[in-house]
Protein backbone atom coordinates (compact mmCIF):
# COMPACT_ATOMS: atom_id res chain seq x y z
CA UNK A 1 0.00 0.00 0.00
CA UNK A 2 1.81 3.68 -0.71
CA UNK A 3 0.07 6.01 1.51
CA UNK A 4 -0.40 9.49 1.14
CA UNK A 5 -2.64 12.35 2.50
CA UNK A 6 -5.26 13.28 0.23
CA UNK A 7 -5.44 16.68 0.86
CA UNK A 8 -1.53 16.88 -0.52
CA UNK A 9 -2.12 14.94 -3.00
CA UNK A 10 -4.77 17.58 -4.60
CA UNK A 11 -2.38 20.00 -3.96
CA UNK A 12 0.01 18.43 -5.48
CA UNK A 13 -2.15 17.84 -8.41
CA UNK A 14 -2.85 21.52 -8.39
CA UNK A 15 0.42 23.26 -8.06
CA UNK A 16 2.02 20.70 -11.24
CA UNK A 17 -0.99 20.81 -13.39
CA UNK A 18 -2.61 17.57 -13.49
CA UNK A 19 -5.53 16.58 -11.86
CA UNK A 20 -6.41 13.21 -10.54
CA UNK A 21 -9.38 11.19 -11.16
CA UNK A 22 -12.39 10.36 -8.62
CA UNK A 23 -14.15 7.05 -10.40
CA UNK A 24 -17.56 5.68 -8.39
CA UNK A 25 -17.86 2.39 -7.38
CA UNK A 26 -20.80 0.61 -6.87
CA UNK A 27 -19.67 -3.13 -6.55
CA UNK A 28 -16.62 -5.18 -6.67
CA UNK A 29 -15.68 -4.96 -10.33
CA UNK A 30 -16.40 -1.14 -10.97
CA UNK A 31 -13.64 -1.18 -7.99
CA UNK A 32 -11.51 -3.64 -9.09
CA UNK A 33 -11.89 -1.75 -12.18
CA UNK A 34 -10.28 1.62 -10.79
CA UNK A 35 -7.12 -0.09 -8.73
CA UNK A 36 -6.30 -1.67 -12.34
CA UNK A 37 -5.70 1.61 -14.39
CA UNK A 38 -4.41 3.67 -11.90
CA UNK A 39 -2.18 0.49 -11.59
CA UNK A 40 -1.36 0.89 -14.78
CA UNK A 41 -1.11 4.03 -15.56
CA UNK A 42 0.96 4.80 -12.26
CA UNK A 43 -1.06 7.15 -11.23
CA UNK A 44 -2.98 8.12 -7.76
CA UNK A 45 -6.44 7.46 -7.79
CA UNK A 46 -9.57 8.49 -5.71
CA UNK A 47 -12.37 5.39 -5.13
CA UNK A 48 -15.99 7.17 -4.47
CA UNK A 49 -18.55 5.66 -3.06
CA UNK A 50 -21.27 7.99 -2.83
CA UNK A 51 -24.31 8.17 -0.57
CA UNK A 52 -26.42 6.83 -2.89
CA UNK A 53 -24.43 3.63 -3.11
CA UNK A 54 -24.09 2.89 0.23
CA UNK A 55 -27.85 2.76 0.41
CA UNK A 56 -28.10 0.23 -2.19
CA UNK A 57 -24.72 -2.22 -0.93
CA UNK A 58 -24.13 -1.07 2.13
CA UNK A 59 -21.85 1.60 3.72
CA UNK A 60 -19.68 -0.98 5.61
CA UNK A 61 -19.07 -3.69 2.88
CA UNK A 62 -18.31 -0.76 -0.26
CA UNK A 63 -15.76 0.35 2.33
CA UNK A 64 -14.35 -2.67 3.63
CA UNK A 65 -13.88 -3.59 -0.25
CA UNK A 66 -12.08 -0.29 -0.89
CA UNK A 67 -9.81 -0.88 1.99
CA UNK A 68 -8.43 -4.57 0.53
CA UNK A 69 -7.94 -2.82 -2.92
CA UNK A 70 -6.04 0.07 -1.74
CA UNK A 71 -3.87 -2.24 1.09
CA UNK A 72 -2.94 -4.62 -2.03
CA UNK A 73 -2.39 -1.13 -4.38
CA UNK A 74 1.22 -0.04 -5.38
CA UNK A 75 0.03 3.17 -6.39
CA UNK A 76 -2.04 6.02 -4.23
CA UNK A 77 -5.49 5.33 -3.81
CA UNK A 78 -8.07 7.38 -2.14
CA UNK A 79 -11.22 6.21 -0.36
CA UNK A 80 -13.86 9.32 -0.78
CA UNK A 81 -17.34 9.55 0.63
CA UNK A 82 -19.04 11.27 -2.31
CA UNK A 83 -22.50 13.50 -1.53
CA UNK A 84 -23.10 12.88 1.80
CA UNK A 85 -26.43 14.03 2.42
CA UNK A 86 -26.08 15.24 6.19
CA UNK A 87 -23.92 16.17 8.72
CA UNK A 88 -24.78 12.94 10.47
CA UNK A 89 -24.06 10.74 7.16
CA UNK A 90 -20.75 12.06 6.65
CA UNK A 91 -19.47 11.93 9.66
CA UNK A 92 -20.71 8.24 10.12
CA UNK A 93 -17.91 7.90 6.86
CA UNK A 94 -15.35 9.43 8.31
CA UNK A 95 -15.86 7.46 11.46
CA UNK A 96 -16.20 4.33 9.08
CA UNK A 97 -12.46 5.03 8.06
CA UNK A 98 -12.96 7.07 4.52
CA UNK A 99 -9.91 8.88 3.66
CA UNK A 100 -12.18 11.87 2.51
CA UNK A 101 -15.70 13.03 2.43
CA UNK A 102 -18.17 15.77 0.56
CA UNK A 103 -20.73 17.23 2.29
CA UNK A 104 -23.60 18.58 0.30
CA UNK A 105 -25.05 21.89 1.13
CA UNK A 106 -28.81 21.35 0.82
CA UNK A 107 -30.88 24.15 1.78
CA UNK A 108 -28.71 26.11 4.09
CA UNK A 109 -27.24 29.53 3.93
CA UNK A 110 -23.79 29.87 2.68
CA UNK A 111 -22.99 30.94 6.06
CA UNK A 112 -24.30 28.27 8.36
CA UNK A 113 -22.72 25.50 5.53
CA UNK A 114 -19.69 27.10 6.36
CA UNK A 115 -20.46 26.71 10.21
CA UNK A 116 -21.26 23.01 9.42
CA UNK A 117 -18.57 22.50 7.02
CA UNK A 118 -15.84 23.57 9.48
CA UNK A 119 -17.13 21.24 12.32
CA UNK A 120 -16.90 18.43 9.82
CA UNK A 121 -13.21 19.75 8.75
CA UNK A 122 -12.28 19.95 12.37
CA UNK A 123 -13.41 16.20 13.01
CA UNK A 124 -11.87 14.95 9.78
CA UNK A 125 -8.20 16.42 10.46
CA UNK A 126 -8.36 15.17 13.37
CA UNK A 127 -8.61 11.84 11.54
CA UNK A 128 -5.84 13.00 9.13
CA UNK A 129 -8.87 13.28 6.53
CA UNK A 130 -10.32 15.94 4.38
CA UNK A 131 -13.29 17.86 3.33
CA UNK A 132 -14.76 19.14 -0.02
CA UNK A 133 -16.74 21.71 -0.05
CA UNK A 134 -19.90 23.08 -2.68
CA UNK A 135 -20.72 26.61 -1.93
CA UNK A 136 -21.35 26.22 -5.70
CA UNK A 137 -24.13 23.45 -6.52
CA UNK A 138 -23.87 21.41 -9.39
CA UNK A 139 -26.94 20.48 -11.02
CA UNK A 140 -28.24 17.32 -10.46
CA UNK A 141 -32.14 15.95 -10.81
CA UNK A 142 -32.99 16.71 -7.17
CA UNK A 143 -31.26 20.29 -6.86
CA UNK A 144 -30.69 22.79 -9.60
CA UNK A 145 -27.39 24.71 -9.80
CA UNK A 146 -26.01 27.62 -8.40
CA UNK A 147 -22.63 29.86 -8.53
CA UNK A 148 -22.34 32.87 -5.48
CA UNK A 149 -20.96 35.86 -5.96
CA UNK A 150 -16.73 35.08 -6.38
CA UNK A 151 -16.05 37.97 -4.21
CA UNK A 152 -17.52 35.56 -1.37
CA UNK A 153 -15.94 32.47 -1.78
CA UNK A 154 -12.56 32.80 -0.29
CA UNK A 155 -14.18 34.07 3.31
CA UNK A 156 -16.60 31.34 3.08
CA UNK A 157 -13.93 28.55 2.21
CA UNK A 158 -11.36 30.04 4.59
CA UNK A 159 -14.53 29.68 7.58
CA UNK A 160 -15.17 26.65 6.35
CA UNK A 161 -11.61 25.17 6.83
CA UNK A 162 -12.26 22.81 4.10
CA UNK A 163 -9.72 21.16 1.70
CA UNK A 164 -10.86 20.99 -1.67
CA UNK A 165 -14.35 22.97 -2.90
CA UNK A 166 -16.31 22.03 -6.08
CA UNK A 167 -17.26 25.04 -8.65
CA UNK A 168 -19.70 25.24 -10.85
CA UNK A 169 -19.26 26.18 -14.33
CA UNK A 170 -21.63 24.82 -16.66
CA UNK A 171 -21.57 21.02 -15.82
CA UNK A 172 -24.13 18.44 -15.23
CA UNK A 173 -24.64 15.66 -12.58
CA UNK A 174 -25.64 12.40 -14.83
CA UNK A 175 -25.07 13.84 -18.42
CA UNK A 176 -24.95 11.12 -21.07
CA UNK A 177 -23.77 13.42 -23.76
CA UNK A 178 -21.38 15.88 -24.11
CA UNK A 179 -22.55 18.88 -24.44
CA UNK A 180 -22.01 20.79 -21.40
CA UNK A 181 -20.74 24.66 -22.13
CA UNK A 182 -18.62 25.63 -19.47
CA UNK A 183 -18.04 28.86 -18.62
CA UNK A 184 -13.93 28.95 -18.48
CA UNK A 185 -13.53 32.68 -17.59
CA UNK A 186 -15.48 31.88 -14.34
CA UNK A 187 -13.34 29.07 -12.96
CA UNK A 188 -10.22 31.23 -14.65
CA UNK A 189 -11.60 33.56 -12.16
CA UNK A 190 -12.61 31.80 -9.07
CA UNK A 191 -8.79 30.55 -9.18
CA UNK A 192 -7.64 33.41 -9.32
CA UNK A 193 -9.38 33.99 -6.07
CA UNK A 194 -9.52 30.45 -4.52
CA UNK A 195 -5.58 28.70 -3.68
CA UNK A 196 -7.42 25.60 -2.68
CA UNK A 197 -7.71 22.64 -4.76
CA UNK A 198 -10.72 22.83 -7.13
CA UNK A 199 -13.69 19.87 -7.99
CA UNK A 200 -15.35 19.44 -11.34
CA UNK A 201 -18.58 17.61 -10.94
CA UNK A 202 -20.68 16.13 -13.72
CA UNK A 203 -17.48 15.62 -15.66
CA UNK A 204 -19.55 13.11 -17.90
CA UNK A 205 -21.02 15.60 -19.74
CA UNK A 206 -17.31 17.98 -20.72
CA UNK A 207 -15.69 17.53 -24.03
CA UNK A 208 -11.85 16.14 -23.29
CA UNK A 209 -10.60 19.59 -24.66
CA UNK A 210 -12.86 21.53 -22.47
CA UNK A 211 -11.42 18.80 -19.87
CA UNK A 212 -8.01 19.60 -20.49
CA UNK A 213 -8.48 22.98 -20.55
CA UNK A 214 -9.80 23.01 -16.70
CA UNK A 215 -7.22 21.02 -15.33
CA UNK A 216 -4.76 24.14 -16.98
CA UNK A 217 -7.12 26.63 -15.23
CA UNK A 218 -6.72 25.31 -11.78
CA UNK A 219 -9.13 21.95 -11.62
CA UNK A 220 -7.47 19.21 -9.50
CA UNK A 221 -10.22 16.71 -9.02
CA UNK A 222 -12.63 15.61 -12.00
CA UNK A 223 -15.89 13.65 -10.68
CA UNK A 224 -16.44 10.76 -13.39
CA UNK A 225 -19.74 8.32 -12.85
CA UNK A 226 -22.15 8.48 -15.25
CA UNK A 227 -19.88 7.81 -18.43
CA UNK A 228 -18.62 4.83 -16.70
CA UNK A 229 -21.39 3.52 -15.75
CA UNK A 230 -22.56 3.48 -19.29
CA UNK A 231 -19.74 1.71 -20.19
CA UNK A 232 -19.76 -0.95 -17.90
CA UNK A 233 -23.69 -1.91 -18.84
CA UNK A 234 -22.68 -1.60 -22.52
CA UNK A 235 -20.08 -4.38 -22.06
CA UNK A 236 -22.29 -6.10 -20.36
CA UNK A 237 -25.55 -6.03 -22.71
CA UNK A 238 -23.00 -7.37 -25.20
CA UNK A 239 -21.84 -10.01 -23.47
CA UNK A 240 -25.60 -10.93 -22.75
CA UNK A 241 -26.42 -10.88 -26.30
CA UNK A 242 -24.64 -14.58 -26.63
CA UNK A 243 -27.27 -16.53 -25.14
CA UNK A 244 -24.81 -19.20 -23.95
CA UNK A 245 -23.39 -16.96 -21.39
CA UNK A 246 -25.14 -17.64 -18.09
CA UNK A 247 -21.86 -17.62 -15.77
CA UNK A 248 -21.65 -13.92 -14.06
CA UNK A 249 -18.15 -13.87 -14.14
CA UNK A 250 -18.26 -13.87 -17.95
CA UNK A 251 -20.34 -10.91 -18.86
CA UNK A 252 -19.46 -8.77 -15.34
CA UNK A 253 -15.91 -9.70 -15.90
CA UNK A 254 -16.32 -8.25 -19.81
CA UNK A 255 -17.52 -4.81 -18.10
CA UNK A 256 -14.89 -4.30 -15.44
CA UNK A 257 -12.06 -5.07 -18.71
CA UNK A 258 -14.07 -2.04 -20.48
CA UNK A 259 -14.35 0.41 -17.99
CA UNK A 260 -10.88 0.01 -16.50
CA UNK A 261 -9.59 0.50 -20.11
CA UNK A 262 -11.98 4.09 -19.88
CA UNK A 263 -10.35 5.29 -16.96
CA UNK A 264 -7.04 4.30 -18.05
CA UNK A 265 -7.65 6.77 -20.87
CA UNK A 266 -9.30 9.56 -18.49
CA UNK A 267 -5.96 9.03 -16.25
CA UNK A 268 -3.72 9.90 -19.56
CA UNK A 269 -6.44 13.14 -20.48
CA UNK A 270 -5.97 14.33 -17.31
CA UNK A 271 -2.35 14.09 -16.66
CA UNK A 272 -2.15 12.07 -13.92
CA UNK A 273 -0.57 8.93 -15.37
CA UNK A 274 3.27 8.51 -13.97
CA UNK A 275 2.58 11.01 -10.83
CA UNK A 276 2.52 8.15 -8.71
CA UNK A 277 6.34 7.58 -9.33
Do not use: W
Amino acid sequence: MTTAAPAELLRQARHNGYAIGAFNAVNLETAQAIVAAAEAERAPVILQVSENAARYAGLQPLLALGQSLKAAAAVPVVLHFDHAESFESAVAALEAGFDSVMLESGDLRPEEYARRLRRLADSAHDRGASVEGEFEIVSKASREGKGLPLEALPGLIAAAGCDTVCVAIGSEHKMRAKTAGLDLVRLERIAELVPQPLVLHGSSGVKEDDLRRCVRLGIAKVNLATELMSVFTTAVRTALADDAVNDPRRYLGAARDAMTARVRAYIRLLGSAGRAD
